[in-house]
């Protein structure tokens, strides 16, 4: 019998232990994200961290179904996502094989201090989708700040190595937008646009971080499926007289998102693509 039967064979034969398929398949329906989404979520985790190691053949499309209590179909949509990705590669019976781990290193630290949202991400191509003057603030958390008169709507599209991680919608008070480049736009941090402006002195500045889904435009723009976790970060500057001047809602994708706080010292850093 060849390796490739003989595995074959074994995969066949071996059983999901009922516990096990129970507790994974409870554990997809607590989330409100897609459950194919999830699998690969779950899938690219295994492959990661070695338990399916690089050229091994992975359990048979049926066994992983019973395992996770989802369809056929749902199983080979999230099989669909890791092939597009080329961890995997399937051959007509033979079976599926994984063929090369997850692909992380576009992640870069940056120190969430304000030196470290000042620098500019290397090798970053950002794209201005949109630029709107003499918008409103949309809702926001920073009620005690106060709002200028208009701000500037700019969206923009971050890409490195062809691949886009960051969709960034920032408002700028419209007085001060005048005063920033179209070049600066295309290769400054958010925060950076109004920290260098002459005659503004950032008096605070904090950012939010939540996990959320996408929503259709971040899907289009990241694309990511509809429902597919991101990063979310909020970053707020206000300036000395109690001025929102700056607001940035910057959703990420959350396969390339991750933070990373030191327990003994140091300052916390974000593991993420700015």
């Known amino acids: 019998m060849s390796k490739t039967s003989e595995a074959v064979s074994n995969h066949s034969s071996s059983s999901v232990q009922p516990d096990f398929a129970s507790d994974t398949a409870a554990a997809l329906q607590k989330s409100p994200v ?36 989802v369809a ?42 304000w030196s470290g949202l000042l620098t500019p991400r290397d090798n970053a191509v950002i794209d201005i989708l949109k630029m709107v003057p003499n ?7 920073s009620t005690d700040l106060v709002e200028a008169q208009a701000y500037r709507h700019v969206q923009r599209r ?48 904090w950012q939010i971080i939540t996990i959320e889904v996408a929503d259709l435009n971040a899907s289009t723009e990241l694309n990511l499926p509809l429902g597919a976790p991101i990063g979310r970060v909020v970053r707020i500057v206000a300036d000395e ?13 959350g396969d390339l998102f991750r933070i990373e706080i030191s327990l003994l010292g140091g300052s916390p850093v974000a593991e993420v693509l700015r």
Not at 104 to 112: A, S
Not at 184 to 195: E, M, R
Not at 242 to 253: D, F, K, S
Request: aromatic share 6%; charged share 25%.
């Open 135 to 141: 918008v409103q603030l949309p809702p926001h958390e």
């Open 241 to 253: 007289n109690g001025r929102l001047i700056l607001m940035a809602r910057q959703a990420y994708r």
């Open 72 to 113: 056929l179909m749902t199983l080979r949509q999230a099989m669909d996502i890791l092939e597009d990705e080329g961890l995997i590669t399937r051959q007509r019976a033979k079976g599926t094989f994984i063929r090369a781990a997850p692909k992380r290193d576009l992640w870069c630290k940056v120190n969430t201090d």
């Open 34 to 69: 897609p459950r194919y989404l999830q699998l690969a979520s779950m899938f690219r985790s295994r492959i990661e961290t070695g338990e399916w190691a690089i050229g091994s053949m992975i359990p048979p499309a049926k066994q992983l179904a019973a395992e996770c209590g």
């Open 158 to 205: 971050h890409s490195r190595e062809t691949t886009t991680y960051l969709l960034a919608d920032i408002f700028i008070a419209e007085d001060l937008a005048d005063q920033i480049t179209i070049e600066d736009y295309k290769s400054k941090t958010a925060i950076q646009l109004v920290a260098e402006l002459p005659n503004v002195t950032v008096a605070n500045a």
